[in-house]
């Protein structure tokens, strides 16, 4: 594998109650992705899985410990600066699409392209290049409303990948979805990190999923381990 492209150190996450009391989710987490890596986070429902997914992805802040993203420390930057590594370097799919249901696949696609500042007529020439990738070029003109779970899970793939980012983080991504369409769901996530080199850190329950990785990690009692493919 090459150089780290995403690293999380000493990380911890405690969330206060409304009694006063203190629920350590994570505490002293360390974990490193290299560029083109494909890594499964598993554990028990409710075990941190989410929440390091979050912590990595800019979208929480760890409430001790460090997020590197290429080798930058990322921790102590202002929102407005967190939301433009994460718009620029991360990508994210979730369980649930959040596809915007008025807009077209196309018009989804383009989306963080055109928050880039990236002028319409290029957004929409790389949003049909990735839904052509994802094999849903004949549903460009439809709303996301009228297509399948599979096809907007798709859909959140390809908008995941448009600004080219360095990782992309899934959780639970196949969650919502019957076991053909996750299968496929899964042969387009290898696909497109031979194809992109993307790093892919994939929280999920699928051990088929889990299986196809580079390394399995745990998350248990606050703590992430490596796992082992017979577990």
Do not use: C
């Amino acid at each position: 594998m090459g150089s780290p492209v995403l690293e999380g150190s000493a990380l911890r996450k405690v969330y206060h109650e409304e009694d006063g009391s203190e629920l350590t989710i994570l505490d002293g987490v360390d974990i490193e992705v290299r560029r083109g890596e494909a890594i499964a986070v598993i554990g028990a429902s409710g075990a941190g899985k989410s929440t390091l997914l979050h912590l990595l992805g800019l979208l929480d802040r760890p409430t001790s410990g460090t997020v590197r993203l290429e080798g930058r420390d990322v921790s102590a930057l202002s929102a407005r600066q967190l939301a433009a590594v994460r718009n620029s370097r991360i990508g994210f799919v979730f369980q649930f699409h959040h596809l915007l249901r008025e807009f077209t696949a196309l018009e989804n696609v383009m989306m963080p392209l055109l928050i880039a500042g990236t002028a319409r007529r290029d957004a929409a020439k790389t949003a049909h290049g990735l839904l052509v990738q994802v094999g849903l070029q004949a549903r460009a003109t439809h709303k996301s409303s009228q297509l399948s779970g599979g096809e907007q899970q798709r859909v959140a793939v390809a908008r995941a990948l448009a600004n080219q980012p360095a990782v992309l983080l899934a959780d639970e991504p196949s969650g919502n979805l019957d076991t053909h369409t996750s299968k496929q769901l899964h042969e387009l996530f290898f696909q497109l990190r031979s194809e992109h080199g993307v790093a892919l850190v994939l929280a999920t329950h699928n051990r088929e999923l889990a299986a196809r990785t580079d390394r399995i990690l745990e998350v248990r009692d606050t703590q992430l381990s490596n796992a082992s493919r017979a577990d």
